[in-house]
């Protein structure tokens, strides 16, 4: 009965301390501990089956919090101190890893006694260096992924960016371009004016209209000499035509007439230049030309008047 209960609590001891089945089993088959079981009492075997996570391994290696903390950061160290991180545990160079074992043994020899062939290393080592294999791998990806994107933008934006400055160019060129023309007409138109012009399509009304228009700008002191006399050979047709375009918008924008003749449109021919040029063009034109003359409602009607125009 005294063997009998001996026998239980020695089974019950080895099984509490957590040997292989193996040893287990050996002590069972004997009758209790012989020899040298006592340095078999501790060590852990691996297990069969193979641990895929790091929480396998620390199951199975039944230590504490303290000691797994204390093998995660020992493995992790000499790591970094031997071995390629960026590599997985099949392509390292073997000295190095037998570096790497025996730094480890040196720091903590029970490692060593306690799992055979220091199982419980080789494995988190090698679930170790696979993470961050495959961690780098998706950096890398990541990385791939958004430098093709910004690679894929960027000739957009460049071709955008050419595209608004080739526009912006053609623009100014084709304003210069209507601005030459209007000057060259202009004195084209003043030197051919005869000294007391009769034009037969001169109708009463128009006249009497376009001179109460065009008086202030001759009269005044803000008016300079060369304003006097760049009013003084604008043909009476030509202001009759411009005050006529004003006079059809709703509202009217008749006080525009000596603004539009200062800037060189004053006859028909110079209305027609000034209806082809771009949407763009006539209203950064309009903006230079009467800040401070046109309000948000007049500068919305003269532009609709002009993109009439364009389409009709």
């Not at 019950?12 to 089993?25: H, L, T, V």
């Not at 950096?139 to 071709?159: F, H, T, Y």
């Not at 525009?256 to 950064?284: M, T």
């Amino acid at each position: 009965m005294h063997i009998g209960l001996v026998y239980h609590l020695v089974y019950f001891y080895i099984y509490s301390r957590g040997i292989s089945r193996d040893a287990r089993a050996r002590v069972a088959s004997k009758g209790g501990m012989k020899g040298d079981m006592r340095t078999q009492l501790f060590s852990i075997s691996q297990p069969a089956r193979r641990c895929k996570a790091v929480q396998d391994v620390k199951i199975a290696s039944k230590m504490d919090p303290r000691q797994w903390k204390r093998l995660r950061g020992l493995v992790i160290d000499a790591a970094a101190k031997f071995l390629n991180t960026q590599d997985r545990y099949e392509h390292q160079d073997p000295e190095m890893v037998r570096l790497f074992y025996q730094a480890i043994h040196a720091t903590w020899p029970e490692v060593a006694a306690k799992y055979p062939n220091s199982w419980v290393l080789v494995w988190y080592l090698k679930i170790y260096l696979l993470k961050r294999v495959y961690r780098k791998r998706w950096s890398d990806k990541v990385a791939r992924e958004r430098a093709g994107s910004q690679a894929r933008q960027q000739p957009r934006r460049l071709r955008t960016e050419s595209t608004n400055r080739s526009s912006v160019r053609q623009l100014d060129t084709r304003a210069s371009q209507a601005c030459v023309a209007m000057r060259t007409r202009r004195r084209a138109t003043a030197c051919d004016q005869p000294a007391s012009p009769s034009e037969p399509e001169i109708t009463a009304s128009p006249a009497m209209h376009c001179s109460s228009v065009i008086a202030p700008r001759h009269s005044g002191s803000s008016s300079s000499p060369a304003s006097a006399h760049l009013h003084s050979l604008v043909p009476v047709q030509g202001s009759c035509a411009v005050f006529r375009f004003l006079d059809s918008m709703t509202p009217s924008l008749v006080k525009l007439v000596p603004d539009f003749l200062s800037a060189g449109i004053y006859d028909q021919n110079h209305l027609e230049d000034f209806f082809a040029w771009p949407e763009k063009a006539q209203r950064n034109f309009l903006l230079k030309t009467f800040i401070g003359r046109m309000n948000a409602l007049e500068l919305g009607t003269m532009l609709i008047a002009l993109n009439s125009r364009r389409r009709g």
